[in-house]
């Protein structure tokens, strides 16, 4: 314990930069877990999906049409607030937001959440850790709601 003081004496900042960073540490999960923010990996997210989620794509329809998730419906995101109440018929499944990088879509899970929706979840990583994890994409414009004619 004396070595441990002496250490906390002779190295103040480091000791004080250590402490500075586990209270930010602790402060930034208690405001996630305070907002609700659920944010799951690609993997969480398949079995959502499995379970009937809806996957809510929040990029650009160009972005959309070289790759999406399978059975994902395309709403950029500042279209968004224009179709909460077609979205809305989705309230009570759950809902997984994916946009590029899953930033977007951290912002639209706030947006869902304050319209009404309970179960919403951000995809960690957005589509790039999708790809990375080496699960499929589907090309091209038509969708499973699209298809339908």
């Known amino acids: 314990m004396d070595r441990l003081l002496e250490f906390a004496g002779n190295h103040t900042l480091l000791v004080f930069a250590l402490v500075t960073s586990f209270l930010l540490v602790v402060f930034t999960e208690l405001r996630?877990?305070?907002t609700g923010m659920l944010a799951v990996a690609p993997t969480d997210a398949v079995?959502?999906?499995n379970n009937?989620?809806?996957v809510l794509d929040?990029?650009?329809a160009e972005s959309f049409s070289r790759g999406h998730i399978v059975?994902?419906?395309?709403?950029?995101?500042?279209e968004l607030d224009g179709h909460l109440e077609k979205l809305?018929?989705?309230?009570?499944?759950?809902?997984v937001a994916v946009c590029d990088a899953g930033v977007t879509s951290s912002k639209a899970v706030n947006t869902l959440?304050?319209?009404g929706f309970e179960s919403v979840y951000n995809l960690k990583g957005g589509m790039s850790a999708w790809g990375q994890a080496g699960?499929?994409?589907?090309?091209?414009?038509k969708t499973k709601s699209k298809s339908k004619k």
């Open 32 to 34: 996630r877990k305070a």
């Open 47 to 49: 079995k959502l999906i």
């Open 52 to 54: 009937d989620a809806v």
């Open 58 to 60: 929040l990029r650009s």
């Open 71 to 78: 059975g994902a419906r395309n709403v950029p995101m500042d």
């Open 88 to 95: 809305a018929k989705f309230r009570d499944k759950p809902v």
């Open 113 to 115: 959440r304050n319209s």
């Open 135 to 141: 699960l499929p994409v589907v090309s091209g414009k």
